[in-house]
């Protein structure tokens, strides 16, 4: 092959040996992670000259993109695209390209985790014999609430909300609320999940799973007024963008407010931070953002951003090309 077709790819995230292998067969790559320090300067030097970008969970900003004139398309290894400058990508003709799908039922799994660990106090009681403390049966000071029957609310009905509401409504017989912008027709939910208004759905369920994009509209949904609206002793779940709460409001609610518990897998800032109250709260479980943290899912993802990259620089239409829907 010639070489005149190579271009030069920067990959800002580790990808699997197999992935990075594709990328270097027709193009010439740079690895490097900007979050590493002793990577930082190899990834800015190699930003001047990159077409292409592969990576996720680093903020590429206007800033970032001024520093990059050659690039023609980004491929995050991811289905948010929070981290991206939309309007100056839009601007520039700049090609974003996600990972939707392949980690809808993955990260469905880890969100019903929190489910089900949260009202059973699943990491609490397992706490509880890890460290010695089984020593008679437990009394009802530490019994949980029931999943199966309640009313869930799930905040955001795409793909992955749509696939936790199977879980919960086919599964666990739970009547499920829903709130989106869009009343969404999922044949096999017929009268089993109902569009609903957020105020509405806020008062009635009894276990609310937030599952919304980052935008400009959805951050800091989540604030006193909408934790004040949840029944009392009712639980609050976050599996999709950690700033779409005010985690101030959140604590309120959960120290002074009748919130039972909550379940998060995001945070406003990650890694959380070391003095977050919500690190160590003991009405909270708290995961380090593993909603699609599998082997296969992992894997599925880098295959897909790989392939939407090498689509792209072939200057073919990528598999999944990022589009903002309208608001
Ligand atoms: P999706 O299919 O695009 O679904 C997004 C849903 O949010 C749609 O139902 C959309 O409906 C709704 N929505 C958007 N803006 C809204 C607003 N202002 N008010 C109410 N609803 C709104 O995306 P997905 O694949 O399900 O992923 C959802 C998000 O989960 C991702 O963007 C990502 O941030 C997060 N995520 C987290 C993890 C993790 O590791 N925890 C893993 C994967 C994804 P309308 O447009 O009709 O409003």
Known sequence: MGTSTRKKVLVFRELPPDQLARLEAQHDVTVANPRLPEQAAAFHAALASAEGMIGSSYPVNEALLATAPQLKVISSVSVG?????????????????????????????????????????????????????????????LFGWDVHGKTLGILGFGRIGQAVARRAALGFGMPVLYHSRRPVDVPELAGKATHAPLDELLRRADIVAAVLPLSNETRGLMGAREFGLMKPGAIFINGGRGATVQEDALLHALN?????????????????PMDSPLRTHPKVTALPHIGSATFETRHAMAVLATSNLLQALAGERPVAVFEAAGS
């Open 81 to 141: 695209v929070d981290n991206y400058a939309l309007p100056a990508l839009a601007a520039r003709g700049i090609m974003l390209c996600h990972t939707p799908g392949v980690l809808t039922e993955t990260t469905a799994d880890t969100i019903f985790s929190l489910i089900m660990a949260s009202s059973r106090r699943l990491v609490e009681l397992a706490s509880h014999v890890r460290e010695g403390r089984w020593t008679r049966n437990i009394g009802e000071e």
């Open 256 to 272: 002074h407010g009748t919130l039972r518990a909550a379940g998060l897998d995001v945070f406003a800032t990650e890694p959380l």
